[in-house]
């Protein structure tokens, strides 16, 4: 599988941005995914998970995000997005997102194919 994220660019700080995971010779539903960030000389981290279709497409977050954004998924599209909601100034940061076959992780080594990832940058 592959995978190409899109979406990221410049927002003002309380503002929006979609990003998308497009996948690409497998169906997106048959594994989980997850989104990370990676802020300049910081550690890329979990940001939000979705678990494949027949495990009940469970959603999960993490502490800084919730309620702010909101990971689904489009199969017919092949596609995984996160939904980012009232963003702010440490939300920027390079997303990446990444597909799992274990369960409710968000542990970065149990994700296997990664995809290039996209900027967001949140202005204050």
């Known amino acids: 599988v592959q995978l190409v994220e899109s979406g990221g660019g410049l927002v003002q700080a309380g503002g929006s941005l979609r990003l998308s995971c497009a996948a690409s010779?497998?169906?997106?539903?048959?594994?989980?995914t997850g989104w990370f960030r990676q802020a300049p000389g910081e550690d890329r981290e979990f940001v939000a998970g979705?678990?494949?279709?027949?495990?009940?497409?469970?959603?999960f977050y993490a502490d800084s995000v919730k309620g702010r954004f909101t990971i689904s998924r489009d199969n017919a599209m092949n596609t995984v997005y996160l939904q980012m909601n009232r963003l702010k100034p440490e939300d920027s940061a390079v997303y990446f997102c990444?597909?799992?076959?274990?369960?409710?992780?968000?542990?970065?080594?149990?994700?296997?194919?990664w995809g290039q990832g996209t900027q967001v940058t949140v202005s204050s």
């Open positions: 010779d497998r169906d997106v539903s048959s594994f989980g």
């Open positions: 990444a597909a799992t076959y274990t369960y409710l992780t968000a542990d970065q080594s149990a994700y296997r194919i």
């Open positions: 979705i678990t494949w279709s027949g495990s009940g497409s469970k959603t």
